[in-house]
Structures are given as C-alpha cells and as structure tokens.
C-alpha cells in the first residue's frame, strides 16, 4: 500500500474533508506539499493527506536521475511503471495499479470516517492519471478530481456519476500536451458529466502556483450538479391555478 509521508491535520477536532494527493512519476509526496499548503490554509479543517506511489521509480529520465528533479539522486516513486511504456501497454499498466490505488483511498476515508463524497483526489501528471482512471473505475470513490497536468488512458464511456472533475493544464506543456485535458473535458460533457478545463498559457508540466490558484478558485466557486438537484429536489413547491391559454383553452 501506498505510505503517507506528509499530513496536514486539524488542530483541533475531527477533519470533515479529506484530500488525498498523488505526485508524479519519479517524485515523492514532498513533491505536492506546496498544493497541501495551499488546501491546508484554505480548509483548516480538512485532513490534507500526501501520499507516496507504492514502488521505486525504475525509469532514468535524461537527466541521469531516477528522481526527476534534475539533479537529486534520491530515488523516486511511481503508481506504474513507464519503463518501454507504449498506447499498446499503458492501460493494462495502470489497471494492474488500480486495485492497490482504490484500496488505499477507502483505507484512509475509513480511518478518517469520511466518506466519498467529501472526499477529493488531487494528482499531477501520472498521480492524475491514477485519479482520473480510478474515478472511472471505482463508482463514490471521490466527490471531486483535481487533475494537474494529467490525462486519461483512453478516452472514458462513461462519466462518473456525482464526481466533479476539474482539469489544470499548462499550453506549453510537452510532456502531457494540454489537448489531453480539453479532450478529456469535452468528452466527460458529452457524457453528461460534471467537469471543469482550465488551460493556461505560458506554463509547462509542472504543479504551477497558477494553475494551484485556478483549482483553489474552483473549489470555492464551482456548484457541483449533485448540489444544484439536490436543491432543486428539496425547492418548496408553489401550487397556482393554471390559466386557460396553458391549457389550451
């Protein structure tokens, strides 16, 4: 299983949101602690959970580095390996990954006692792409993805039902190209899903002080659709007399 190596918990009192947070491939948890900062601030009451990929890196990026930090030689972690990865391979990759992923989040949401909904994922390039695809997978896994610089595998049949979905992706990105995200985005809305793209300029593959304000802005901003009927569901109902001409008189 996955190891927590930083958390952000309540000074006082049970958390009533969990946010748990996956780094990409050849970094470590400490790599998403300026997001955790960000999350932990704005929801003092939320356990803000880093989580580290269950296996050593074993890709060597062109820097020499099995970190991808340019320079430390610690090595890093991965959710899969990307070693000869391929379109062919990729989604068997991650599949095979999936299982251990799922378990962790409904481990934590146990010892939490918080449940799917009030709980949000939030990864960056192949951390992303564990959040996305097991959203997919896994129905109330989480009430909201925060997807930086990520992608789905293929694109989804299906969108996950009660989940929001926020894509974060920078023009210049040439790892991940940010068509991933607006694909992924226009294809969750025809599906009906709930889903938000924000696509900025100037920014490469990396979690961006922008694009971390961009997903804070949609944390406080955006009414999810469960929200909306679950309001309209609960909205009193006025009865009135209906007039001649509606009814067809």
Same mark, same amino acid.
Request: proline share 6%.
């Given at each position: ?6 958390? =952000? ?125 097991? +959203? ?21 049949? =299906? ?39 924000? +696509? ?50």
């Amino acid at each position: 299983m996955s190891t927590t190596a930083l958390a =952000h918990l309540p000074r006082e009192g049970p958390p009533d949101l969990l946010y748990l947070l996956f780094h990409g491939v050849g970094a470590t948890a400490d790599n998403m602690a300026p997001l955790a900062q960000r999350l932990a601030h704005e929801y003092p009451q939320a356990a803000v959970i880093c989580l580290n990929g269950p296996e050593p890196c074993d890709t060597v990026f062109d820097d020499g580095t099995r970190s991808g930090t340019g320079g430390d030689h610690t090595i890093g972690r991965q959710w899969f390996s990307i070693r000869l990865i391929s379109d062919a391979n990729r989604a068997q990759r991650v599949a095979a990954a999936l299982p251990l992923f799922i378990a962790t989040v409904r481990t934590l949401q146990a010892r939490f006692g918080i449940g799917w909904e009030r709980t949000a994922l939030a990864g960056f390039s192949q951390g992303a792409i564990m959040a996305l695809e097991a +959203v997919q997978a896994e129905p109330q896994l989480a009430g909201r993805v925060l997807a930086f610089s990520g992608r789905h595998v293929d694109a989804p049949t =299906h969108a996950p039902a009660d989940t929001t979905v926020h894509l974060f992706h920078g023009i210049d990105d040439t790892v991940i190209p940010y068509r991933a995200s607006v694909d992924s985005a226009q294809c969750l809305m025809a599906l009906g899903g709930d889903v938000t793209a924000d +696509v900025l300029p100037g920014l490469g593959h990396a979690l961006h002080t922008e694009l971390m304000d961009k997903a804070i802005g949609q944390l406080r901003t955006f009414l999810p659709k469960k929200v909306w009927r679950q309001a309209m569901s609960e909205a009193p109902v006025i009865p009135r007399a209906a007039s001649s001409e509606e009814l067809g008189g």
